[in-house]
Nanobody
Framework: QVQLVESGGGLVQAGGSLRLSCVAS????????MGWYRQAPGNQRELVAI???????NYADSVKGRFTISRDTAKNTVYLEMNSLKPEDSAVYYC?????????WGQGTQVTVSS
């Protein structure tokens, strides 16, 4: 069973920054890709950023140029650096890992951006 534990969420003013962390219970090289998703109240869960096992990254248009996904393979950790935050970035952020054995989700971390 894979466990993903997110941290780093919180309350920040518009224009501020946060860094989210997702620690996996096994080597992140064992996953095809890992990503960050978010879900605001009343909205569907949406992709924010993804990083493949090869290191290729992709971003939602709404966060391009502001968010950066990265990883530290020695720590089995994926990060989401969020800059120039906007109130519309407020949501629960989830870490997801995809492998041949399944699709795994963390418990989520709340990000709230005040105007």
């Amino acid at each position: 069973q894979v466990q993903l534990v997110e941290s780093g969420g919180g309350l920040v003013q518009a224009g501020g920054s946060l860094r989210l962390s997702c620690v996996a219970s096994r080597s992140i090289f064992s996953f095809n890709d890992m990503g960050w998703y978010r879900q605001a109240p009343g909205n569907q869960r949406e992709l924010v950023a993804i990083i493949s096992s090869g290191g290729t990254t992709n971003y939602a248009d709404s966060v391009k140029g502001r968010f950066t996904i990265s990883r530290d393979t020695a720590k089995n950790t994926v990060y989401l650096e969020m800059n120039s935050l906007k109130p519309e970035d407020s949501a629960v952020y989830y870490c997801r890992a995809l492998s041949s054995g399944g699709n795994y989700w963390g418990q989520g971390t709340q990000v709230t951006v005040s105007s």
